[in-house]
Nanobody, 117 residues
């Protein structure tokens, strides 16, 4: 059974930073593309960032967070990080990590990020 765990969320003031972590069991984590999604209050889940698996890493970032968010693999800890800088109130959401959307079977609990003053 595949299980994803997103962590590192919290409350931060506008302009602040957070770093989220994603770990998983039940999959070949290093060879799998890993995607960060988020679901703002009252809205649908949306794409945030993606890092490919295997060799030749490629990264994709949503336009709404480009220049502020970065995704990368922490090889030593077998996790995928989402570094979020210059956070804005519109970034408030529950953040999830998983595989590409057409491969998702179930969602983990996610981690809440709240940006407010």
């Amino acid at each position: 059974q595949v299980q994803f765990v997103a962590s590192g969320g919290g409350w931060v003031q506008p302009g602040g930073s957070l770093r989220l972590s994603c770990s998983a069991s039940g999959i070949n984590f290093g060879d799998s593309a890993i995607v960060w999604y988020r679901q703002p209050p009252g809205n649908q889940r949306e794409f945030v960032a993606r890092v490919s698996g295997g060799a030749g890493i490629t990264k994709t970032i949503a336009d709404s967070v480009k220049g502020r968010f970065a995704i990368y693999r922490d090889i030593a800890r077998n996790t995928v990080r989402l570094q979020m800088d210059d956070l804005e109130p519109d970034d408030t959401a529950v953040y999830y990590c998983n595989v590409d959307i057409h491969l998702v079977r179930e969602w983990g609990q996610g981690t809440q990020v709240t940006v407010s003053s």
